[in-house]
C-alpha cells in the first residue's frame, strides 16, 4: 500500500497536525515489480476548517507531501508552495 501524507508549513499561527493522510492506494507488485501510484490532490487537501471564519481556509506557505508504507516508514518526499 502507498499512502500520500501532507504536513503542513512549520510556521503557522494555528496548530495542526505534524501530518495527515490524503491518499492511499493498494498495489499488487510480484517481487522486484515497480508500479507508479497516481494521486491528485485538491485545494481543499491544504485546507483547514477555521471556525473564526466558518470556512475552509488555506494558509500560504511550503507543504510537505510524503509517500509512505506507514506513517512511520515514509520513502520520499516532494515540495509544493501554496500562495
Known amino acids: 500500500m502507498v499512502q500520500l501524507?501532507?504536513?503542513p508549513p512549520a510556521k503557522q499561527s494555528i496548530e495542526r497536525p505534524e501530518q495527515e493522510l490524503r491518499r492511499f492506494e493498494r498495489?499488487?507488485?510480484?517481487?522486484?515489480?515497480?508500479k507508479t501510484a497516481v494521486f491528485t490532490l485538491s485545494k481543499k487537501d491544504f485546507a483547514y476548517y477555521d471556525?473564526?471564519?466558518?470556512?475552509?481556509?488555506?494558509?500560504?506557505?511550503?507543504?510537505?507531501?510524503?509517500?509512505?508504507?506507514s506513517s512511520r516508514d515514509v520513502r520520499a518526499t516532494a515540495t509544493i508552495a501554496i500562495k
Not at 498495489?27 to 522486484?32: N, T
Not at 471564519?53 to 509512505?68: D, I, M, Q, S, V
Open 27 to 34: 498495489l499488487e507488485l510480484a517481487p522486484g515489480e515497480t
Open 5 to 7: 501524507y501532507m504536513a
Open 51 to 69: 471556525v473564526n471564519l466558518k470556512a475552509w481556509n488555506t494558509l500560504p506557505g511550503l507543504y510537505e507531501l510524503r509517500a509512505a508504507a
